[in-house]
């Protein structure tokens, strides 16, 4: 199925997301998740619509980097190795696996700029899952104020992989709660607007639940590589 008929139909389904609870379409991103597909592919997005794409590897993200450069906005989305920093770290608007301090001492250190992180959450409480525990989120951004080139954005979880949607729900929502807290912090270099959650098979839960940031690979791009 081409991408274009992909993105119209998850774009219906955000729009009956928005409308359900209340929100404003244009406040929620589309992240096309590109990591199992070409760089044809991932152009094909781009000619749809798409403005954002997510790759969750150096090697992938700088394979495609090297065709498509500046056309998109990029996002770092999967767990980062302190060694693998330098890579990436001029290529990338965003990174959302922001979870301990030599991670964030090392991108303040390979960039002038600021970048834009995610802190990442475990709120499943999952072993196979990356991300800080929800009680330590608090603490470790109050210890970023000293890395100037980190602007913390937002906060990004993922959802258990399961059919239940009140489990789904509720980790959504732990982290929209989790969000406020910041925000009520007022910190300048955290203002926390961002919250990035859902996937292919959850984003209109995720958007139901104060979701800005929905990062969809199979349900948009496919996985043909």
């Known amino acids: 199925m081409k991408v274009v008929e992909n993105l119209k139909e998850i774009q219906l389904k955000i729009k009956e997301a928005c409308e359900k609870s209340e929100r404003n379409i244009e406040d929620i991103k589309i992240i096309a998740v590109t990591k199992y597909v070409s760089t044809s592919r991932a152009l094909e997005a781009l000619n749809a619509g798409v403005v954002h794409l997510g790759e969750n590897r150096d090697d992938g993200l700088l394979e495609k980097w090297e065709e498509l450069k500046d056309k998109p906005v990029w996002h770092y989305i999967g767990s980062l190795q302190t060694r693998k920093v330098k890579n990436i770290i001029d290529k990338v608007e965003y990174i959302h696996s922001l979870d301990r301090i030599s991670l964030a001492n090392e991108i303040n250190k390979r960039t002038e700029k600021q970048i834009k992180c995610l802190v990442q959450v475990n709120v499943s409480g999952e072993e196979s899952k990356h991300g800080l525990q929800p009680h330590e989120v608090n603490e470790f951004i109050s210890k970023l104020i000293e890395y100037p080139n980190i ?48 996937m292919s098979n959850d984003y209109s839960i995720a958007i139901e639940e104060g979701a800005t940031m929905v990062r969809i690979g199979t349900a948009l791009v496919g996985e043909e590589i």
């Open 151 to 198: 602007h913390v954005c937002g906060l990004m979880t993922m959802a258990p992989l399961t059919s239940d949607e009140k489990v789904i729900r509720s980790c959504f929502r732990k982290l929209k709660e989790l969000q406020i807290e910041i925000q009520n912090l007022k910190l300048d270099y955290a203002p926390c607007n961002e919250l990035s959650m859902g």
